[in-house]
């Protein structure tokens, strides 16, 4: 499938996760780049292929036979979230109304 300049096929030749997986190229001046595994959650150690993005390509269906039989999942994009944790070391005390 094609969307804009990205092409996702499905194939067993490249490294995988096993089976059949959906991988991601770009036209880039007039050749292919390498492929790239879209991994977890898209591609399982099962046959994943058929992968159609939707008109916001934040979501859409792909097949897969990970529960032993082929079948249709929908899949779509969350926000990340990132929690950082740790201690920050300076030189000069924080100054307490700068604490949390």
């Known amino acids: ?6 092409l996702y096929f499905s194939s067993t030749a490249h490294e995988n996760m096993g089976g059949l997986d959906i991988f991601e190229t770009h036209e880039q001046e007039g050749r292919w780049s390498a492929p790239m595994n879209m991994n977890a959650p ?3 150690p ?3 292929f058929s ?3 939707d008109s916001t390509t934040e979501g859409g269906y792909l ?3 990970r529960d032993s039989l082929d079948q ?3 899949f779509w994009a969350n926000e990340p979230i ?3 944790e740790g201690v920050v070391f300076d030189e000069e005390p ?3 109304e700068r604490r949390r």
């Open 1 to 6: 499938m094609i969307n804009g300049a990205s």
């Open 82 to 84: 990132f929690y950082v």
């Open 63 to 65: 097949s897969s036979n």
């Open 94 to 96: 924080v100054p307490a």
């Open 51 to 53: 992968m159609v993005l």
């Open 42 to 44: 898209i591609n399982t």
């Open 72 to 74: 249709v999942y929908v």
């Open 46 to 48: 099962h046959d994943d």
